[in-house]
């Protein structure tokens, strides 16, 4: 991909992507709360959806995110079967690794251009899936060791 207009596109693609999963599960499973999280998690994923079709009309050199700092929470953790009676902690363990792979790609990409627009591009929207990981992960902290708090 040499276009910054067909990268944006393929970044919304993955949005849409997201955002039909997290719809799909939240009607499948049973727990009031996991429905509820996989709700937000979806309308969080239109916002990014709206915020890439946003940049289609701006210039990427523009793009500054700050990602948030990656303590690799979820990173390690095995991937639970989706099933009809998912746990809402192997709900949000499921969402970070969604953020993750996203995460993931947007980086590699960025490492694979020599081009400077492109890069930064990718860098961004990397630290923007990192944000949303460090997000998901300090749920999961909150939910998997409530003694702590």
């Known amino acids: 991909m040499t276009d910054i207009k067909d ?4 970044a919304i693609s993955r949005e849409v992507e997201s955002y039909t999963f997290y ?3 939240s009607d499948k499973v049973k727990d009031a709360n996991l429905k509820k999280l996989f709700n937000e998690l979806a309308g969080e ?10 940049l289609l009309t701006k210039d990427a ?3 500054h995110i700050t990602g948030a700092k990656d303590f690799k929470v979820g990173d390690s ?3 639970p079967k989706l099933t009809m009676d998912l746990k809402p902690i192997d709900g949000l363990v499921l969402a970070i690794k969604k953020e993750l792979e ?10 694979a251009t020599s081009d ?3 890069k930064s591009l990718f860098q961004n929207l990397a630290a923007m899936e ?4 460090a997000r998901l992960e300090d749920l999961y902290v909150e939910m998997a060791f409530p003694e702590v708090w």
């Open 116 to 118: 400077f627009v492109q």
């Open 77 to 79: 953790l095995a991937t």
């Open 23 to 25: 719809r799909t599960v």
């Open 61 to 63: 050199k523009d793009l």
């Open 7 to 10: 990268i944006l596109q393929m």
């Open 45 to 54: 994923e239109t916002k990014h959806r709206q915020f890439l079709e946003g």
């Open 102 to 111: 996203a995460m993931q790609m947007y980086t590699q990409l960025a490492n």
């Open 130 to 133: 990192s944000g949303h990981k």
